[in-house]
Structures are given as structure tokens and as C-alpha cells.
């Protein structure tokens, strides 16, 4: 089926770098925008970016600008999200998810099962 | 502060029909479609609505959504404890040149 499957939580210092992976699966994964989503404990969902799987363009919220780097390997089917310059308020569940545009509208389905990324000295 | 404004709670006990609201404006909800999430607890979100009133296969008809100008609607009927979820609103903002969420609205089944 299709899914999205995410790497494991990781625990980083301030200052440090964490990079996210997310492996596609049951569809063409150079087909479909990957957007990154990200949620703090207890918070809403806030949105980080974009990234073509086929072209490797991005697109990215004002508020991760100069901080965040979005690419892929095609060869393996895997985005990869990378935040730089971590900080406790960084600290958050990050989910990838597929976006389906069709008819002129675009929804994220589906999403990875998430990835917790802690920012602790 | 979320672009889009849902009411953070919503309760209803089992049987009834429950609404939701968000509202945004001109630049979200008044020109592009909206989405409805679903994540029950622990878990990652889901698409609930697509296109504003479209179901993914596989979610019950008791879920439906509506818009209208700046606004828009997920309605639950014959509510179930299974129900018991965080809902999200989403829309494209041709102004932000992103995707904007509501803060999402945490129901209770009583």
C-alpha cells in the first residue's frame, strides 16, 4: 500500500544539526511534492516546507528560511529533511506527507508516522 | 497564532451530530479548497475531507464537510466514542505562499 515510513527519534544538543528521513512507498515517488509538517508537544500542526522529488525544487516557510534543507535520493525513494541550528523550541514530532493535487486542489495523503526530535543539553 | 481559527474544543455525547468551524479569509479559505484532518490520539494525522466535501475512500459518510466564502464546516453525525480526536482545517494561501492550518479542535465524545 502506499505509505511513508520515517526515521527514528533523536535526541540533539543546541547548536547541533538533525537531519530526517522519510522512504515511499507503493507509488511513483517522483510523482508527488513531499511537504514537511511539523508539531510541538500539545501544539497544532505548522507547516515547513515542500520539496519536488523529481526536479529536487524547494519551497520553504519564512520562519525555517537559511535553516532547513529539504532533499532526496530517488534511486531509494527517500526525502530527507534536514534543521540546522537546533534549539529547545525546536523541539517537536516532524511528519513528511504526500501531496495529491488533483482537479486543481492539493491534500497531504499520506503522512509518515512521525519523528520526535528533542533539543536537550 | 493560527492563520485559520477553529474553536478549540467541541463535545458531544454518542448519536449526536457535532459541527466545526474555520474561518480564514479572501487569501485561504476564499479562493483555494479546504482540507480536514483527523489524529487521534498518538498518532499521525489523516485526511478526513479533501476538496472541501470529499471523502477519501475508507471514511465513514457520517463525516462531512461544507464551505462558504471565508468559511468552512466538518460536520459529524451519529457520533462514536471512536470519534475522540484532534480535527484540523487546512487551506493553500495564494498570499503567504504556503499551506496554513487552524490551531485544531479537540473533541470529546462524553
Known amino acids: 500500500q502506499v505509505q511513508l515510513v520515517q526515521s527514528g527519534a533523536e535526541v540533539k544538543k543546541p547548536g547541533a544539526s538533525v537531519k530526517v528521513s522519510c522512504k515511499a512507498s507503493g507509488y511513483t515517488f517522483t510523482s508527488y511534492d513531499i511537504n514537511w509538517v511539523r508539531q510541538a508537544t500539545g501544539q497544532g500542526l505548522e507547516w515547513m516546507g515542500w520539496?519536488?522529488?523529481?526536479?529536487?525544487?524547494?519551497g520553504y516557510a519564512q520562519k525555517f528560511q537559511g535553516r532547513v534543507t529539504m532533499t532526496r535520493n530517488t534511486s531509494i525513494s527517500t526525502a530527507y529533511m534536514e534543521l540546522s541550528s537546533l534549539r529547545s523550541e525546536d523541539t517537536a514530532v516532524y511528519y513528511c506527507?504526500?501531496?495529491?493535487?488533483?482537479?486543481?486542489?492539493?491534500?497531504?495523503?499520506?503522512w509518515g508516522q512521525g519523528t520526535l526530535v528533542t533539543v536537550s543539553s | 497564532q493560527s492563520v485559520l481559527t477553529q474553536p478549540p474544543s467541541a463535545s458531544g455525547t454518542p448519536g449526536q451530530r457535532v459541527t466545526i468551524s474555520c474561518s480564514g479569509s479572501?487569501?485561504?479559505?476564499?479562493?483555494?479548497?479546504v482540507n480536514w484532518y483527523q489524529q487521534l490520539p498518538g498518532t499521525a494525522p489523516k485526511l478526513l475531507i479533501y476538496s472541501n466535501n470529499q471523502r477519501p475512500s475508507g471514511v465513514p459518510d457520517r463525516f462531512s464537510g461544507s464551505k462558504s466564502g471565508t468559511s468552512a464546516s466538518l460536520a459529524i453525525s451519529g457520533l462514536q466514542s471512536e470519534d475522540e480526536a484532534d480535527y484540523y482545517c487546512?487551506?493553500?494561501?495564494?498570499?503567504?505562499?504556503?499551506?496554513?492550518f487552524g490551531g485544531g479542535t479537540k473533541l470529546t465524545v462524553l
Open positions: 506527507a504526500s501531496n495529491y493535487c488533483s482537479g486543481g486542489s492539493c491534500w497531504f495523503d499520506p
Open positions: 520539496m519536488n522529488p523529481n526536479s529536487g525544487n524547494t
Open positions: 479572501s487569501s485561504n479559505i476564499g479562493s483555494n479548497t
Open positions: 487546512a487551506a493553500w494561501d495564494d498570499s503567504l505562499i504556503y499551506v496554513v
